[in-house]
């Protein structure tokens, strides 16, 4: 699949590590360092703008290695880029731990997950179908 971009970014595009993975990062485009404080949350730009085709979105995800090391999440994850966006891509962080995190140029901050959808049609019933789990919610099948 080809995906239109325009990089007003400073950094290259953002690319797979490894031929199985499902992400690529996403980079901060920063004209200085931002710090953010405990708890707090920022939009972090990324100078990218995409076009995608229909029937499919963007994910925007949280980098595990930030997450364990520094409390540094992703607030809306995944956050979905719709195919008919056309803004700037960003990313809304927010720090989780007890420590200030300082944000700089170039830094990896999120990944990009691109996934197809479907989109549904509803159809009113009077009522379900009956299954095994039923109305069981929260944590109803238990520990094993």
Not at 31 to 43: G, N, Q, V
Not at 59 to 80: D, E, F, M, W, Y
Request: charged residues 25%.
């Amino acid at each position: 699949m080809t995906i239109k971009v325009v990089n007003r970014s400073r950094h290259a595009l953002p690319q797979y590590a490894t031929p199985q993975s499902a992400g690529m990062d996403l980079r901060a485009n920063l004209d200085a360092p931002i710090t953010l404080r405990p708890l707090e949350r920022r939009l972090i730009p990324t100078g990218l703008f995409i076009a995608l085709p229909p029937g499919y979105e963007a994910q925007v995800r949280p980098r595990s290695g930030l997450a364990l090391k520094h409390g540094i999440g992703v607030l809306n994850a995944p956050g979905t880029i719709d195919a008919d966006y056309r803004g700037e891509v960003g990313v809304i962080l927010v720090n989780l731990s007890t420590e200030e995190f300082l944000v700089s140029d170039g830094d990896r901050i999120a990944q990009l997950v691109v996934a197809r959808h479907e989109q549904a049609a509803w159809e009113c019933v009077e009522a379900l179908d009956e299954t095994e789990r039923g109305e069981g919610g929260f944590g109803h099948s238990g520990k094993k």
